[in-house]
């Protein structure tokens, strides 16, 4: 390869599941003394984390992945462990986690933090199996945001409970009463969440909404402590065209300016076609002029297609071609021209 490649080429923090090994010991001498208070769960973490020289995330009782607000107030799935409570609800810890200086907030990264207003309690939620609808109560709290947060909570929720098996739709309530409309910016719900309302909505100036749809792409960000992560986007575009192929347009496109997010694939590349084959999974051809054969290719890159097709496919498997390279190989050590599914969980970031 002779040329320099300008998108972030990782060879750890590009994984999905990021693998973390934080090194560290130290001795806390000095002379006994009363008792004092322990620390807070963040700090505790971390400090085990260093005695012990690797990460207790993920592995703290309850693995759950909620989308939190980071740094640049973009929404992003994060995966993390939270203590396992009997008999709790997996559904209500992944809610809790979710609250603005809550009971979970010492498990969150560094950059990230919950949207859901102060004191927001989860007072009951129910799963309507048939209907694949999450009906969830919460107290007078979460009513108490200011009003442009009021999208960011209803995406951060609707997408929250939809990466649980079996819940496509979300019904909201407040204190006994099904909420028809958003407590203080009035957006109507008069009919159940769905993921098409999209997430970190990024709109043209010149969309009509009528002769437009959504679809979703992941860019990269990164954490104050340098660890990349997954960030989802979606974009209006032009109706009539294959939700995948322009899905991968907008992936090439990359972030906008000043969203703190970064681009995936050079705008060199192109898409090839989009084919699927007979056991379901889509191949997709990518033309890029700077990869030879023999090159291992930034997983960032190609994790980020498998990411992208399987948002705009209803999570088919994915397969990458590039050029006439014989074999993709992602830096991750994995080989891309095999069917790839999307990861249960993504972006496990240290706290």
């Known amino acids: 390869m002779t040329c320099k490649r300008n998108i972030r080429g990782l060879s750890a923090a590009g994984l999905l599941a990021v693998p973390i090994i934080l090194s560290g010991c130290g001795s806390f001498g000095g002379k ?3 008792a004092i208070d322990p620390p807070p769960a963040q700090v505790e973490s971390q400090m085990l984390n260093a005695v012990s020289g690797k990460s207790m995330q993920g592995q703290i009782g309850l693995q759950t992945t909620v989308y939190l607000s980071d740094q640049k107030g973009m929404l992003a799935p994060v995966t993390m ?3 396992k409570e009997e008999g709790k609800d997996p559904i209500v810890g992944a809610l809790e986690v979710m609250v603005d200086g809550g009971a979970y907030s010492g498990y969150i990264p560094v950059g990230f933090r919950g949207v859901l207003p102060a004191g927001t309690q989860v007072k009951n939620v129910t799963v309507d199996k048939e209907n694949k609808t999450a009906v969830v109560e919460f107290n007078q709290s979460f009513g108490e945001y200011k009003a442009q947060d009021e999208r960011k909570i209803l995406e951060a929720l609707t997408w929250t409970l939809t990466g649980h098996e079996g819940i496509d739709k979300v019904q909201l309530w407040m204190e006994g009463a099904k909420l ?3 407590p203080v910016n009035r957006t109507p719900l008069d009919r159940p969440l769905a993921r098409t309302m999209g ?8 969309t009509q909404y009528s002769q437009s749809s959504p679809v979703t792409v992941y860019f990269s960000g990164l954490s104050p402590a340098g660890i990349q992560y997954y960030v989802p986007v979606t974009r209006l ?3 009539g065209q294959d939700s995948v192929t322009a899905a991968l347009n907008e992936l090439i496109r990359g972030p906008q300016h000043g969203d703190g997010l970064e681009q995936v694939m050079t705008s060199e590349t192109s898409v090839a076609a989009v084919d699927k084959n007979e056991d379901g999974s889509l191949t997709v051809s990518l033309n890029e002029s700077m990869f030879e054969q023999g090159d291992e290719i930034p997983s960032e890159m190609l994790q980020a297609v498998v990411l992208t097709v399987a948002e705009n496919s209803n999570n088919v498997k994915v397969k990458i071609q590039m050029n006439d390279l014989t074999e993709v190989k992602g830096d991750d050590g994995r080989n891309y021209n095999e069917p790839v599914s999307r990861p249960e969980h993504i972006n496990e970031i240290p706290i």
Do not use: T
């Open 32 to 34: 006994e003394s009363e």
């Open 81 to 83: 462990g939270i203590p």
């Open 180 to 182: 028809n409309e958003m």
């Open 199 to 206: 997430i970190n909505l990024q709109k043209a100036d010149d």
């Open 237 to 239: 575009v032009a109706s």
